[in-house]
C-alpha cells in the first residue's frame, strides 16, 4: 500500500521497512527517511507492506503551507517508474519477509 501524504522527497516505510524493500525503493532512486507517523500506520492487518511518499508538500498543518510541483512531479515519475516494474509483486510486511525475498527471485 502507499499514500502521498508527506513533506519534501522522501519516502518512508514505518514498520513495514525491510532491506529488501529499501533496497527495492533505492534502487527506484528513492531515499529513504525516518517518518514518526501516517494512516497507514494503521494498516499492518491487511499484510502487505506499506509506503508513504514525499510530495513536495511544506509548512503542513498551517495557512502558509504549499507544495512543490517540481519536487512533485519528480516523486510522480520515480513512483510511476516503481509501480509499472513491481506491480505484479506482493510486498507483505517484514514479519513475512521470507515470502518476498523467494517471490522477488531473491531480491536484496
Known sequence: MFSFDRVGEDVVCY????????????SAGFGVGQ?????IAELEHLGCAGMNFGCGM???HNDGAYCDLAMLGRQIRRFAAFYRKY????LPRP???EGWIRSCGGAS
Open 95 to 97: 514479519s513475512a519477509q
Open 15 to 26: 514498520q513495514y521497512e525491510s532491506v529488501p524493500l529499501v533496497n527495492l525503493l533505492h
Open 35 to 39: 517518518g514518526s507517523y501516517s494512516c
Open 87 to 90: 506491480a505484479g509483486f506482493f
Open 58 to 60: 511544506h509548512d503542513c
